[in-house]
């Protein structure tokens, strides 16, 4: 927002479009990002972006394959066994296994992930 300058202290309202809101929502879930920390460096209230969170979950509903999401997870000392009928993601060392009715949303978040870890 911005001071509109008559000296009231009140502020107009900055509107955004739909791609600056996504690009903020995104970044409440980076690694180690908050949504109050988020909204103070853009000049919003923390509730107006959890309101856009949610409205992005919301939008994303019919797949159920959006934003973050629980998974079994297991960890193996020695090399993976050989057969395996599914989606495989290999990072490096990391390999991650997913059922062949994983979300095709819920693949492309899995490796972002990835891609910003590095």
């Known amino acids: 927002m911005v001071d509109d300058g008559n000296g009231s202290g009140r502020r107009k309202p900055h509107v955004r479009t739909a791609a600056e809101r996504a690009s903020i929502v995104a970044?409440?879930?980076?690694p180690?990002?908050?949504?109050?920390?988020?909204a103070r460096r853009h000049g919003i209230v923390a509730s107006q972006l959890s309101g856009w969170r949610t409205a992005a979950k919301r939008k994303g509903e019919p797949d159920k394959g959006s934003?973050?999401?629980?998974a079994e997870l297991s960890v193996l000392a020695d090399a993976l066994p050989a057969t395996f009928d599914g989606i495989e993601i290999v990072c490096g060392a990391v390999s991650i296994r997913l059922p062949k009715s994983t979300a095709p949303k819920q693949i492309?978040?899995?490796?972002?992930?990835?891609?910003?870890?590095?």
Do not use: N
Request: aromatic share 12%; net charge positive; glycine share 16%.
């Open 27 to 30: 970044e409440t879930y980076k």
């Open 32 to 38: 180690g990002a908050t949504v109050a920390g988020v």
């Open 67 to 70: 934003g973050p999401a629980f």
């Open 108 to 118: 492309t978040y899995i490796a972002r992930g990835l891609a910003q870890s590095k």
